[in-house]
């Protein structure tokens, strides 16, 4: 922690109150380098003004006698002179206004109940583990002004992204939610009902409606969160812009995202650089993000200089241009005047704005943590340090703005709401339940499917050959690339049922299909508006003025909002920013596409921690699709594989669904059952690459008209009289098993494509091959990956228990186990894809 070096004003205390500025890094400092001016003004960086090359010691002494200060604001690396006087004006204003009796007194109060609520839940819960704020404490009025002037400026609603550190104190003072729910946590009673689900107490989210002080109303929610640091923050920016659509917030102002950071994780994690180079990306943007970085000086168990290599955590945000103020949390009147200039700004230009408060961690890591073990001399500090509390009572108390006499009094009033609350707890029965399906989610539902339901996905031919007549049509004067016109007239004829439909096609109408229904459409990945394959081209370029045409814009004057956007190459950031999003739009389809299917390797946090297990977790729903190409052709062991294995992986209790569609109205289907059914559950879909160009991978317009999604796709040309083995496969294996079959002339032979592997339905995969082929002797699993990849060892004991007693021979039939999905020779793929087909047939 170097001291500030651009920006600082004075007001009464040190910024750091452990004062280990002095003592740990300043000796970095060369006064050769630095220059001075008028405190009131900016200190620069370079050359000397009025303070002549010093010793060590004058420096610091200058330091402390004239530029120590609570506050200090970065701005010069602001390009805008505009935006850059602004902040000049306002701090040099903000310096010189009193904060008024009300608000010091509501700060004070707030610290009270933050540290009561602390030390309350020590002493009653002692060795149980809650990520204590203790040192902390201003977090809860920083936030609470943060609230309160976003609502003065005109938010109505507020999403809120904290760690597990503070956030039960967060809940408690902040969301208000009963401490008698989170003291039942504690007391986790009825355990019962959590076995197999459910989340730790201080990774809950909640939602509540506030009334501030001066009388405005704001919905405020706070985002669920697991352990990984700062991968809430995506989601929390796709909530927020999502409720901005919802309100039809076109200028970003009545939703506003707060995100609480620590400060090494800040400083350390990929995810705030993919999530702040969002804020001002079209397909992104929320106006600006209010960042409030915890800054206790310690990560864990890593010192400032083991965490990060530049002077401040807070240094990566200067990529965005947009302020950075360091604060003294202890000094809450200054921390009230940099969140009202901050939230200010914010409002002005639409910018993020960054609040780096110094502050202190009194336990360790968590509270049965030991921390002098590798920080003795902090530690020892923090022994004899007083509390936020002390500070901001002792500071009011002799500026008379309040008595030694009320301070008493508050404290004592908080106490005995937290026993009243405790003894609630203590004789409560249930289990505290939060609320869940509420407002937009009304209608929707989750949890287990006893049957396969069928969703009517079926659009009057009439209406289908509209849509593609609207979606071939170009703006009068655009003059796309002859290969686009050429598309367009393809296209053209196979809405008329001239052609048969390739996947590009009928993916469109599956979304154009929805969006004239009124159904909303969002899609973003990287080079999704083209396709990775150039197979969709869903916005389509002027090549004389490079304008845009977005080909689902103008199908009917009451369609639903269409938006695709083509991502930054960020896979975590995006997806976490999508999930976010389908949180807040149950009724829209939200769709993240990879560019290569294992790209989502980068997106695992989200995956994992969210997208799968919300549900179980939270019970939070969402409808995200995934679009993840996958397939085997040769191409290397990077790009062939989606990783189809982790996500079965993960299949359990019906939480998400995976799919392999194998057709062109396979896959219209399923994206318009997606949003048309109540049934809320994330889709993956392995999406197919060289089937996008295959003929026998096409489908009728008919097909769209008339048909529906089949979770297994039957042989029908098989002679069921005459087959004796059934080969069970996804994906596009199936053409090649098709191929090898007709090159043969086996007759023998029945090809079964499981289409959705989760939920696996085993009744309907029994009707495509046990109660149809009474001569069945041999089935087999059959894919492209290596056999400890793919689907079978999800497929395989499924498959066998409902042959068991049956005198029917199972075995896989795929590649050698391996530890990277395929060979970089295109020689040696097309030797072992021979070799499985040729076990698939049982001789060469």
């Given amino acids: 922690m170097q001291f500030l070096e651009q920006f600082v004003f004075v007001f009464r205390q040190p910024l750091d109150p452990l004062g280990l500025l002095e003592t740990a890094q300043i000796i970095e400092l060369d006064p050769a380098t630095w220059g001075f001016t008028n405190p009131s003004a900016i200190i620069e960086p370079t050359g000397v003004h009025g303070l002549p090359r010093a010793t060590l010691g004058e420096l610091v002494a200058h330091l402390r006698d004239v530029y120590a200060s609570s506050v200090g604001l970065e701005f010069m690396h602001i390009s805008s002179p505009q935006r850059r006087s602004w902040l000049a004006e306002r701090m040099e204003t903000g310096a010189r206004t009193a904060v008024?009796?009300?608000?010091?007194?509501?700060?004070?109060?707030?610290?009270?109940?933050?540290?009561?609520?602390?030390?309350?839940?020590?002493?009653?819960?002692?060795?149980?583990?809650?990520?204590?704020?203790?040192?902390?404490?201003?977090?809860?009025?920083?936030?609470?002004?943060?609230?309160?002037?976003?609502?003065?400026?005109?938010?109505?609603?507020?999403?809120?992204?904290?760690?597990?550190?503070?956030?039960?104190?967060?809940?408690?003072?902040?969301?208000?939610?009963?401490?008698?729910?989170?003291?039942?946590?504690?007391?986790?009673?009825?355990?019962?009902?959590?076995?197999?689900?459910?989340?730790?107490?201080?990774?809950?989210?909640?939602?509540?409606?506030?009334?501030?002080?001066?009388?405005?109303?704001?919905?405020?929610?706070?985002?669920?969160?697991?352990?990984?640091?700062?991968?809430?923050?995506?989601?929390?920016?796709?909530?927020?812009?999502?409720?901005?659509?919802?309100?039809?917030?076109?200028?970003?102002?009545?939703?506003?995202?707060?995100?609480?950071?620590?400060?090494?994780?800040?400083?350390?994690?990929?995810?705030?650089?993919?999530?702040?180079?969002?804020?001002?990306?079209?397909?992104?943007?929320?106006?600006?993000?209010?960042?409030?970085?915890?800054?206790?000086?310690?990560?864990?168990?890593?010192?400032?200089?083991?965490?990060?290599?530049?002077?401040?955590?807070?240094?990566?945000?200067?990529?965005?241009?947009?302020?950075?103020?360091?604060?003294?949390?202890?000094?809450?009147?200054?921390?009230?005047?940099?969140?009202?200039?901050?939230?200010?700004?914010?409002?002005?230009?639409?910018?993020?704005?960054?609040?780096?408060?110094?502050?202190?961690?009194?336990?360790g890591h968590n509270e049965n943590d030991e921390p002098s073990f590798t920080q003795p001399l902090m530690y020892e500090r923090i022994k004899q340090k007083a509390s936020p509390?002390?500070?901001?009572?002792?500071?009011?108390?002799?500026?008379?703005?309040?008595?030694?006499?009320?301070?008493?009094?508050?404290?004592?009033?908080?106490?005995?709401?937290?026993?009243?609350?405790?003894?609630?707890?203590?004789?409560?029965?249930?289990?505290?339940?939060?609320?869940?399906?509420?407002?937009?989610?009304?209608?929707?539902?989750?949890?287990?499917?006893?049957?396969?339901?069928?969703?009517?996905?079926?659009?009057?031919?009439?209406?289908?050959?509209?849509?593609?007549?609207?979606?071939?049509?170009?703006?009068?004067?655009?003059?796309?690339?002859?290969?686009?016109?050429?598309?367009?007239?393809?296209?053209?004829?196979?809405?008329?049922?001239?052609?048969?439909?390739?996947?590009?096609?009928?993916?469109?109408?599956?979304?154009?299909?929805?969006?004239?229904?009124?159904?909303?459409?969002?899609?973003?990945?990287?080079?999704?508006?083209?396709?990775?394959?150039?197979?969709?081209?869903?916005?389509?370029?002027?090549?004389?003025?490079?304008?845009?045409?977005?080909?689902?814009?103008?199908?009917?004057?009451?369609q639903g909002l269409a938006r695709i956007f083509d991502s930054p190459l960020s896979e975590a950031g995006v997806l976490g920013f999508e999930f976010g999003y389908s949180l807040d739009y149950p009724d829209s389809l939200v769709i993240w596409e990879a560019q290569f299917g294992d790209f989502a390797n980068g997106a695992q946090v989200i995956i994992d921690q969210f997208i799968t297990s919300?549900?179980?977790?939270?019970?939070?729903?969402?409808?995200?699709?995934?679009?993840?190409?996958?397939?085997?052709e040769g191409q290397g062991p990077e790009h062939s594989s989606a990783r189809l294995e982790r996500y079965l992986q993960s299949c359990a209790e019906h939480n998400i669904q995976v799919a392999q569609p194998t057709t062109p109205a396979q896959m219209f289907h399923l994206l318009r059952a997606q949003v048309l059914r109540s049934l809320r559950k994330p889709l993956v879909v392995m999406t197919p690459k060289s089937l996008l160009r295959l003929p026998a991978a096409s489908s009728t317009l008919d097909e769209l008209a008339n048909g529906k999604f089949h979770r297994v796709l039957h042989d029908e040309t098989a002679d069921a009289d005459k087959v004796t083995r059934v080969l069970f496969c996804t994906g596009k294996i199936y053409y090649e098993l098709a191929e090898e079959r007709a090159r043969r002339s086996d007759t023998a032979t029945a090809i079964v494509r499981i289409e959705k592997l989760y939920p696996w339905w085993p009744q309907l995969i029994a009707a495509a091959s046990l109660d149809k082929y009474a001569k069945l002797a041999e089935l087999f699993w059959v894919q492209d990956e290596p056999s400890n990849m793919g689907a079978g060892q999800f497929v395989t004991p499924r498959l066998q228990s409902l042959i068991a007693g049956r005198a029917i021979r199972y075995e896989f039939i795929g590649r050698a186990e391996s530890a990277s999905p395929a060979t970089g020779s295109h020689n040696a793929h097309v030797i072992e894809q021979q070799e499985i087909l040729g076990k698939a047939f049982g001789r060469p």
Wanted: charged share 25%; glycine share 8%.
């Fill in 100 to 363: 008024s009796r009300d608000i010091r007194v509501r700060m004070l109060a707030l610290l009270i109940n933050a540290e009561t609520f602390e030390r309350f839940c020590h002493t009653k819960y002692p060795g149980t583990k809650r990520f204590s704020l203790e040192g902390s404490e201003s977090l809860i009025p920083a936030l609470d002004a943060i609230l309160t002037h976003t609502a003065r400026l005109g938010a109505i609603e507020a999403v809120l992204g904290l760690s597990h550190r503070g956030r039960l104190t967060t809940l408690e003072s902040i969301l208000r939610r009963p401490g008698r729910d989170l003291f039942t946590q504690f007391e986790d009673i009825e355990p019962e009902k959590a076995m197999g689900g459910g989340d730790v107490k201080y990774h809950l989210g909640f939602s509540t409606d506030r009334v501030d002080a001066n009388g405005h109303s704001m919905h405020v929610s706070l985002a669920f969160n697991p352990s990984h640091l700062e991968a809430v923050d995506p989601v929390v920016l796709g909530r927020v812009r999502a409720k901005q659509i919802r309100h039809g917030d076109v200028e970003h102002r009545r939703v506003v995202g707060v995100l609480v950071h620590g400060d090494a994780a800040f400083a350390g994690q990929g995810l705030v650089p993919e999530t702040l180079q969002l804020s001002g990306l079209p397909g992104y943007r929320t106006g600006g993000t209010v960042h409030v970085v915890v800054n206790n000086q310690v990560g864990f168990t890593a010192s400032p200089a083991e965490q990060r290599s530049t002077p401040y955590c807070t240094d990566i945000a200067k990529m965005l241009e947009c302020p950075i103020w360091h604060v003294n949390g202890e000094d809450v009147d200054a921390l009230a005047r940099v969140i009202e200039i901050a939230c200010e700004y914010r409002a002005q230009f639409a910018s993020d704005v960054v609040i780096d408060m110094y502050c202190f961690r009194k336990y």
């Fill in 389 to 558: 509390v002390e500070v901001y009572s002792k500071h009011l108390i002799e500026h008379g703005v309040m008595s030694a006499e009320e301070v008493l009094a508050m404290t004592q009033r908080r106490v005995a709401e937290l026993e009243a609350e405790l003894q609630a707890a203590k004789v409560a029965k249930q289990r505290p339940d939060a609320p869940s399906m509420t407002a937009m989610w009304r209608g929707y539902r989750g949890g287990i499917t006893e049957a396969p339901e069928e969703t009517d996905t079926k659009v009057p031919r009439a209406v289908l050959e509209h849509i593609a007549d609207a979606m071939t049509e170009v703006p009068p004067g655009f003059t796309p690339h002859p290969k686009i016109e050429r598309l367009l007239e393809q296209r053209a004829q196979m809405g008329k049922g001239e052609r048969p439909l390739d996947w590009g096609m009928a993916e469109l109408m599956a979304y154009g299909t929805l969006l004239q229904q009124g159904v909303n459409v969002r899609m973003s990945g990287q080079d999704c508006s083209r396709g990775t394959f150039s197979h969709r081209h869903a916005i389509v370029t002027d090549v004389k003025t490079g304008r845009e045409h977005l080909v689902l814009g103008q199908l009917h004057h009451e």
């Fill in 614 to 632: 919300s549900e179980d977790k939270w019970k939070r729903l969402s409808g995200i699709v995934l679009l993840l190409p996958h397939g085997y």
